[in-house]
């Protein structure tokens, strides 16, 4: 059975009518479209009632050939396919703009993962952190903040920055919430730990004695591998 279409169909039937063409070839004749079911002129051989249907059948009995067609066309043309994305996405900007924020609301530390990801690939680093395992920390960190402790939606953050040296591996990551990762900005985490301890007006001694709101990188890797 041919999956539903959802457009409108040239021969102006709004949906068109799915038909079976194994099930019911039998009663359908030449004058009738073997896609969208709609009676039409006799034209000789053909069984659809437009180029549409014929496409539209074309790419639901031949869904390999049409992937490896557009495989190649990518390959073969690819300034040209660029210009074709490209294009496709401006005329549904507004759609596709929706759909991303509704996916990185649902997503949060996926989206986080892959913001990481794409400032990695910009700096010319190397990417070592897996979504997975991002997602089995910020769990085993409760879902609070590794700096405040409070409950929020958490991203990754850099105990040694890239900009200053550090490394895109899970054991470099804490999870912060947005403020605190901004407030952070370029400084090591016990540079900003330091200035913290400073706004609370904790002593040297409370500060050595001090239990952080977050164990360990390597504490949570060891959690999560077990």
């Known amino acids: 059975m041919k999956s539903r279409c959802d457009q409108v169909c040239i021969c102006e039937k709004t949906p068109p009518i799915m038909v079976s063409v194994a099930e019911d070839a039998g009663d359908y004749s030449q004058e009738r479209c073997w896609w969208c079911g709609t009676p039409f002129p006799p034209r000789g051989p053909k069984v659809y009632c437009s180029r549409y249907c014929l496409r539209a059948a074309w790419f639901a009995l031949h869904p390999n050939a049409s992937r490896e067609a557009s495989l190649r066309f990518r390959q073969n043309n690819p300034e040209r396919a660029r210009e074709l994305s490209r294009a496709a996405y401006m005329n549904h900007v507004g759609r596709r703009r929706a759909t991303s924020a509704r996916w990185a609301k649902a997503n949060r530390d996926r989206k986080s993962a892959a913001e990481q990801g794409r400032r990695v690939l910009l700096l010319g680093l190397q990417s070592a952190v897996d979504p997975a395992t991002w997602a089995a920390m910020v ?46 900005h370029t400084r090591t985490e016990e540079e900003f730990r330091a ?18 709101p977050l164990v360990h990188a390597q504490t949570c890797v060891s959690q999560i591998a077990t």
């Not at 609070?144 to 409070?150: L, Q, V």
């Not at 301890?197 to 001090?210: F, I, N, V």
């Open 139 to 184: 769990e085993v960190a409760g879902g609070r903040c590794g700096y405040c402790g409070i409950e929020a939606p958490l991203t990754m953050d850099h105990r040694v920055p890239l900009s200053r040296g550090g490394r895109h591996e899970i054991a470099n990551l804490i999870p912060a919430c947005k403020p605190c990762n901004s407030r952070k």
């Open 195 to 212: 200035l913290l301890d400073s706004e609370r007006g904790l002593s040297e001694e409370e500060r050595s004695h001090r239990t952080p």
